[in-house]
């Protein structure tokens, strides 16, 4: 536990935070966008919901404002301040919570493999781009050779780490261990592990051993799953849990914290995610054939599903994804078909998750306003008659000019104000 020392000049800082946090966390407007964000989720909402995800230019915000001097007491800084980063300087939706968040230390390893990569920087110091150190050369000979899949929690060291944080601010700030949501991305795992290459012409060279292979991953994940069920690991997923995406889990459709006094929480009574970005170079028959089963096989053990990253999902809306029968969320990259979309999803019960271009955010230090716009409007026309949630993510940088996060908001609700029909 040495590492855990914090100074008092720490504790007092952290202190501070804290008590900031739940202030923030107590005013009117937190629990209206908390009653915003259920409606929502449930179908029930009057306007789209918007998010702004801050982890990627989070460093930029922080500038000036970490003071502690210790390791430890500086990442604990830094989740305090993350909490309420987002109304302090963005003032999109994200609800500051009342408790300081940790999750269950876990680890889950594919076929007991260490996934390791390299990492470049820019001129900054940032890192620009990575490259994974592959495991898998040759999925027919190595196949036969795999190890067992590895997954637990360290229950004593989760608790060890609350009670810490509990010393230090919790009479403040009551901390808090949440759960998420179920998370699985197979074709991800596969390309860490053999790459992007390696796995495509891996279903054209051995389409019997990829199944195999997706199989033996399938299996893994349901089985992490039914031990997170087992040993009640998995809580519920109904408040401001993360849900993939940059999204929250608010609902009143699944299992809350009463459920989980009376019993077990199970998958099915929780959010889960998952998504294939590594799939967009194959024919939807393909897909159809060497993903979607083994998908459906795991999105099947969860409560509500929320689908997709970067990806196109329209090439595979129809043949596929459209089949997920607790599909709730479905992410609307900037690749994707728009209209098509809109098309298939109004009047659905799956909410279009919207994640419009980064460019106009992330490229250069003055908004371009008129862009912008243009570009929002394109999405609430397309998405009209749908359940429209929106999510700006992938920024990596504001070029110095903070304020701008905070107008590109106002933009935005301004457009939905004015032009927003339900």
């Not at 230019?57 to 007491?73: I, N, P, S, T, Y």
């Not at 495509?200 to 031990?227: E, Q, S």
């Not at 460019?359 to 999405?379: D, M, P, Q, S, Y």
């Amino acid at each position: 536990m040495q590492n855990y020392i914090v100074s008092n000049k720490d504790r007092n800082r952290l202190r501070e935070l804290a008590k900031k946090q739940y202030e923030y966390s107590q005013l009117p407007i937190m629990k209206e966008r908390e009653l915003e964000w259920q409606l929502h989720n449930d179908l029930q909402g009057k306007r789209p919901m918007i998010h702004i995800e801050i982890d990627t230019f989070e460093d930029e915000l922080l500038e000036g404002r970490m003071k502690c001097e210790g390791a430890f007491a500086r990442s604990i800084e830094k989740q305090l301040h993350h909490n309420v980063l987002n109304h302090e300087i963005v003032g999109d939706d994200k609800v500051v919570p009342d408790h300081f968040p940790i999750r269950w230390k876990s680890y889950f390893k594919l076929f007991g493999f260490d996934i390791t990569k390299e990492s470049a920087k820019d001129s900054q110091g940032r890192n620009l781009g990575h490259h994974f150190n592959y495991t898998i050369s040759d999925l027919e000979e190595d196949f036969p050779n795999l190890g067992r899949t590895e997954f637990g929690v360290d229950r004593e060291e989760t608790l060890c780490y609350k009670a810490l944080l509990e010393e230090i601010f919790g009479d403040i700030l009551p901390v808090k261990i949440v759960f998420d949501c179920l998370y699985a991305v197979p074709t991800q795992d596969i390309v860490h592990m053999m790459g992007m290459e390696n796995m495509l012409f891996a279903m054209y060279d051995y389409p019997d051993t990829f199944k195999a292979f997706m199989t033996r991953i399938t299996d893994d994940y349901n089985a992490y799953f039914k031990y997170l069920e087992q040993e009640r690991f998995i809580l519920p997923t109904t408040g401001n849990q993360i849900l993939g995406q940059g999204s929250l889990c608010y609902t009143k459709e699944l299992p809350n914290e009463k459920v989980l006094e009376q019993g077990t929480i199970k998958t099915s009574d929780v959010w889960g995610f998952m998504d294939s970005q590594e799939t967009i170079g194959v024919s939807p028959d393909m897909f159809e054939e060497f993903i979607f089963p083994y998908y459906k096989k795991i999105a099947d053990t969860y409560g509500f599903l929320s689908y997709g990253c970067c990806e196109p999902v329209h090439p595979f809306w129809d043949q596929c994804i459209s089949k997920f029968q607790n599909l709730r969320k479905v992410s609307i990259s900037p690749w994707c078909d728009e209209i098509l979309m809109g098309e298939r999803l109004r009047g659905s019960k799956i909410i279009y998750h919207r994640k419009p271009s980064p460019n106009f955010l992330g490229v250069g230090r003055e908004l371009n306003e008129t862009a912008l716009i243009k570009h929002i409007r394109e999405t609430l026309d397309a998405a009209k008659g749908c359940k429209l949630e929106i999510t700006q993510r992938d920024v990596y940088t504001l070029e110095g000019n903070i304020p701008k996060a905070r107008r590109y908001v106002e933009i935005i609700r301004d457009l939905i104000d004015r032009h927003w029909e339900n």
